[in-house]
């Protein structure tokens, strides 16, 4: 789910394994934000993923989110691919570029993939957006692109975090769920 904190788990991950001795990187296909950050190559990115790639010890690198949505409007966005712009387009035109770009982005993941011995990927928003799964490259359809295993991230303090957990497993067909290794709560306090 959005704003639960994953951008900071996953950065907390990528320093954990990095101190471990281990050699991540972070990764997130696409991102909506308008907050934007410059790679050392002066190409544009998302702040989160310059954050994770700092926590992990690494340059941050526009493969590491190679689909970079900046919101114009209520219905467009500018797409920034690998950093460069690539155009503005509405939700309709953007569908019809999910291929194009899905295949950019496991690319990058690949490139990663051979350079680091860990991948931290962070999704966007929900596991389970049956609307958006037919050209999924983001969320479940990235998990099971490069079989990776998932944990679900929920925020108590938005309330319903664990109608929310069970809505989003149930809402998985069993190929999806098979990804899901755990849950994560933040905030969690009490007993």
Known sequence: VSSVGKSTLCAGLCRILQEDGRNPAPFKAQNMSLNSGVSPEGLEMGRAQILQAVAAKVVPDVRMNPVLLKPTSNEGSQV??????????GGENYISMKE????KVLQS?????????????????????I????????NM??????????LLVADIDK?????????????????????????????????
């Open 80 to 89: 920034v691919l690998l950093g460069k712009v690539h155009g503005v387009v």
């Open 109 to 129: 993941y690949r490139e990663l993939e051979k350079e680091h011995d860990t991948i931290v990927i962070e999704g966007a928003g929900s596991a389970a957006e």
């Open 159 to 191: 309330g319903g975090a664990f109608a929310s957990i069970y809505g989003t497993v149930m809402l998985m067909p069993e190929e999806e769920r098979k990804h899901v290794k755990g849950i994560i709560i933040n905030k969690f306090r009490g007993t």
């Open 131 to 138: 609307n958006l799964r037919k050209n999924d490259f983001v």
């Open 141 to 150: 359809g990235l998990a099971r692109m490069v079989d990776a295993p998932v």
């Open 100 to 103: 194009e770009l899905s295949i």
